[in-house]
T-cell receptor, first 109, second 115 residues
Framework: DAKTTQPNSMESNEEEPVHLPCNHS???????IHWYRQLPSQGPEYVIH???SNVNNRMASLAIAEDRKSSTLILHRATLRDAAVYYC??????????FGGGTRLMVKP | DTGVSQDPRHKITKRGQNVTFRCDPI?????LYWYRQTLGQGPEFLTYFQNEAQLEKSRLLSDRFSAERPKGSFSTLEIQRTEQGDSAMYLCASSPQRLAKNIQYFGAGTRLSVL
């Protein structure tokens, strides 16, 4: 499985944008880039995914580098409820997700 | 609530006992996954089913672990002769078969404590 690298933790102020980076230099052409997050005491929750183009949904935006070797999850206005561990995952087919350590996002009021 | 349901939410058992966890996926999701998560780590894949067929089980941690999905609906994960190292959160997820999206929806998990 192709590997992803994320910072262990990040801090943000409430109502400010947050950019969560992910490096995946060994990504293959068929790998989709998925982001999940896990709030305390809950199972992981899907956030967004993309292949080549930038993507937006109601939760976040995903910016994918032109060479696809890195991506950034963007939360436009962080709230206290966005405090979670965010996982960047490469996925090529309908089977398992391979989670790394993720980035623990702390949001300060 | 039509999300993924797991039962029980918490299980405390003594070393050497057998435990069984149940997962009810979102209806009409034909793929079902089991993961294990230890403290401070990301979830680790164990096994998955497409309908009643178990398509991947090489990641089950030992032969003490087994999973079933007899009618392609709910699934059970059994751990025989539990050990203290089995203490973890066991997560279930389901997804539809459309590969391009294949978003997995997770339950809240079953937390196992082996004393």
């Amino acid at each position: 499985d192709a590997k992803t690298t994320q910072p262990n933790s990040m801090e943000s102020n409430e109502e400010e944008p947050v950019h969560l980076p992910c490096n995946h230099s060994t990504i293959s052409g068929t790998d989709y880039i998925h982001w999940y997050r896990q709030l305390p005491s809950q199972g992981p929750e899907y956030v967004i995914h993309g292949l080549t183009s930038n993507v937006n949904n109601r939760m976040a935006s995903l910016a994918i580098a032109e060479d696809r070797k890195s991506s950034t999850l963007i939360l436009h206005r962080a709230t206290l409820r966005d405090a979670a561990v965010y996982y960047c995952i490469l996925k090529w087919a309908g089977n398992m997700l391979t989670f790394g350590g993720g980035t623990r996002l702390m949001v300060k009021p | 609530d039509t999300g993924v349901s797991q039962d029980p939410r918490h299980k405390i058992t003594k070393r050497g006992q057998n435990v069984t966890f149940r997962c009810d996926p979102i209806s009409e999701h034909n793929r079902l996954y089991w993961y294990r998560q230890t403290l401070g780590q990301g979830p680790e894949f164990l096994t998955y089913f497409q309908n009643e067929a178990q398509l991947e089980k090489s990641r089950l941690l030992s032969d003490r672990f087994s999973a079933e999905r007899p009618k392609g609906s709910f699934s059970t994960l059994e751990i025989q002769r539990t050990e203290q190292g089995d203490s973890a959160m066991y997560l279930c997820a389901s997804s539809p078969q459309r590969l391009a999206k294949n978003i997995q929806y997770f339950g809240a998990g079953t937390r196992l404590s082996v004393l």
